[in-house]
């Protein structure tokens, strides 16, 4: 399959375009600069709040991984404008598939979040990115692609498992952790997998 990784050159989005070579789809990496892309990967140079430069790259695409971040201490709306962005460019191009990296606490899976990320982290230190968070979320949700929304745990390092929950709804049996290459394996799962197609699925230890 064809699929755009955006976010490419991220702590994710370096998982995503790796495991998704080795799953045998031709990858192309969405960054910035492209010399941070691996050798032997397509690189298609831009950023996610041009549009221009996403529509040129997301030409051709029959699927889109979006797992555009930034630094929690820094406010912004790459997360929201990005996706925008690529929601538009999908919608003018004809591609269909759209899977967007996203975390527990939006919607009804705020009931998700431990004490201390509900009542102490989000409040002082993580509002700017949970609000662009939100906004990323809507326009995905009012757009007329074949988008899941991926909820994922805290992001950490570790090694791809393939040993986490997902699902759908609210539940507490979750230890609200992932690592970055086990939330990219359920990423690329999606893109051979309706299941979950406009829902908004967690993934979680």
């Known amino acids: 399959m064809k699929v755009l990784v955006v976010g490419a050159t991220g702590g994710t989005g370096r998982h995503v375009v790796e495991q998704g070579v080795a799953r045998g789809h031709e990858v192309t990496a969405f960054a910035r600069d492209p010399r941070k892309v691996p050798d032997g990967v397509n690189a298609a140079r831009g950023d996610a709040l041009d549009y221009e430069t996403v529509e040129r790259a ?3 695409q029959e699927a889109v991984i979006c797992a555009l971040g930034a630094p929690l201490t820094r406010t912004g709306t790459v997360r929201s404008e990005g996706t925008l962005n690529l929601v ?7 591609a269909r598939r759209l899977v967007v990296m996203s975390t527990i606490g939006m919607g009804e899976s705020r009931e998700m979040l431990t004490f201390r990320y509900k009542y102490v982290l989000v409040p002082l230190l993580l509002r700017g990115v949970f609000a662009d968070t939100e906004r990323q979320e809507e326009h995905v949700r009012q757009s007329d692609l074949d988008w899941t929304l991926v909820r994922a745990g805290a992001l950490g390092r570790g090694e791809r498992t393939g040993a986490y929950k ?3 709804g609210v539940t ?5 952790k992932i690592s970055r290459a086990d939330a990219a394996d359920f990423l690329l799962k999606q893109l051979q997998d309706d299941a979950y197609v406009r829902q908004a699925p967690y993934v979680s230890y």
């Open 166 to 168: 997902h699902g759908v």
């Open 88 to 94: 538009r460019a999908m919608e003018k191009a004809g």
């Open 58 to 60: 997301v030409a051709g």
């Open 172 to 176: 507490t049996i979750l230890r609200g």
